[in-house]
């Protein structure tokens, strides 16, 4: 009598699955990976719209007749867009924009921490040489991008 039995041992299925858990968590790190830069280019994307959108409202007068000054105020962790020649904190018309969470200012290299767009000619206000750049990150510091500006607001530089 011959006893002919197929199948896979114990010991051979915890290789397999060992091997597949390894493969798998490899994966998983790559992919984390991924996530953070696309997060990090998309903050910066967003921020660099909404720079040229204050610049062009500053620009074109929106919202009075005599127009007004439009500006960035920079945090840490978000940004807030403002009407006017400074920011004020407890003015209604601000609107806050946060950063995804792992996304952060590390270096905010701006006169009063903000950028701040004259009324009808759109250039920075009270712009200063050496003072124009942004420093972006995520929690890991592993990726940075920094914008650099010039004097008329444009983004001269993202590396």
């Given at each position: 009598?011959?006893?002919?039995?197929?199948g896979?041992?114990?010991?051979?299925?915890?290789?397999?699955?060992?091997?597949?858990?390894?493969?798998?968590?490899?994966?998983?790190?790559?992919?984390?990976?991924?996530?953070?830069?696309?997060?990090?280019d998309?903050?910066?994307?967003?921020?660099?719209?909404?720079?040229?959108?204050?610049?062009?409202?500053?620009?074109?007068?929106?919202?009075?007749?005599?127009?007004?000054?439009?500006?960035i105020?920079?945090?840490?962790?978000k940004?807030?867009?403002f009407?006017?020649?400074t920011?004020?904190?407890?003015?209604?018309?601000?609107?806050?924009?946060?950063l995804?969470?792992?996304?952060?200012?590390?270096?905010?290299?701006?006169?009063?921490?903000?950028?701040?767009?004259?009324?009808?000619?759109?250039?920075?206000?009270?712009?200063?040489?050496?003072?124009?750049?942004i420093?972006?990150?995520?929690?890991?510091?592993v990726?940075?991008?920094?914008?650099?500006?010039?004097?008329y607001?444009?983004?001269?530089?993202?590396?």
């Amino acid at each position: 009598m011959k006893n002919n039995q197929f199948g896979f041992t114990l010991i051979e299925l915890v290789v397999v699955m060992g091997i597949l858990l390894m493969l798998f968590g490899f994966m998983s790190f790559n992919l984390v990976g991924v996530q953070r830069k696309t997060s990090l280019d998309s903050t910066v994307e967003n921020l660099v719209s909404d720079m040229a959108t204050q610049q062009t409202k500053a620009m074109l007068g929106v919202g009075s007749s005599a127009g007004d000054s439009y500006g960035i105020y920079f945090q840490s962790d978000k940004y807030t867009l403002f009407k006017g020649t400074t920011y004020s904190a407890s003015d209604p018309t601000n609107f806050i924009i946060s950063l995804d969470s792992g996304i952060t200012f590390s270096n905010i290299n701006l006169p009063a921490s903000s950028l701040i767009f004259s009324n009808r000619t759109g250039e920075i206000s009270g712009f200063l040489a050496g003072q124009d750049t942004i420093t972006i990150q995520d929690a890991q510091g592993v990726k940075t991008e920094k914008i650099t500006v010039n004097r008329y607001g444009v983004v001269t530089g993202k590396n």
